[in-house]
């Protein structure tokens, strides 16, 4: 059974560039997957930030095209989220969620079909 793991949440100062990753466990190769990024702050309804399958490459939504970057490590087994310029409203828990090939297009609904735990990012004020 697949499972996906997220790091590199904590602090983060405005400004200052965060680094997640998302390591995929059991099943097949991190190529395999469409591995999509999103985030929930306190309060606040999940949102998508991007996915990247080996179909369509890397497709993010259109309020994150400007600060993130998705990539794939295939050697780590990792699809890695870096977001520059931190800002507080970009607190929260950050999520990375899968699917099979070609499964980006499920991405903007929040249809992926298994989830990690997150991993919680604070940006003070």
């Known amino acids: 059974q697949v499972q996906l793991v997220e790091s590199g949440g904590g602090l983060v100062q405005p400004g200052d560039t965060l680094r997640l990753s998302c390591v995929v466990r059991?099943?097949?190769?991190?190529?395999?997957?469409?591995i999509g990024w999103f985030r929930q702050a306190p309060g606040k309804e999940r949102e998508p930030i991007g996915c990247?399958?080996?179909?369509?490459?890397?497709n993010y939504s259109e309020a994150a095209k400007n600060r993130f970057s998705i990539s794939a490590n295939i050697p780590e087994n990792t699809v890695d989220l870096q977001m520059i310029n931190a800002r507080p409203e970009d607190a929260g828990t950050y999520y990375c969620?899968?699917?099979?090939?070609?499964?980006?297009?499920?991405?903007?609904?929040?249809?992926?079909?298994?989830w990690g735990e997150g991993t919680v990012v604070t940006v003070p004020s």
């Open positions: 059991g099943g097949f190769g991190v190529d395999f997957y469409s």
């Open positions: 969620g899968g699917a099979g090939p070609a499964g980006c297009i499920k991405y903007e609904k929040l249809g992926m079909d298994f």
């Open positions: 990247i399958d080996s179909s369509t490459g890397v």
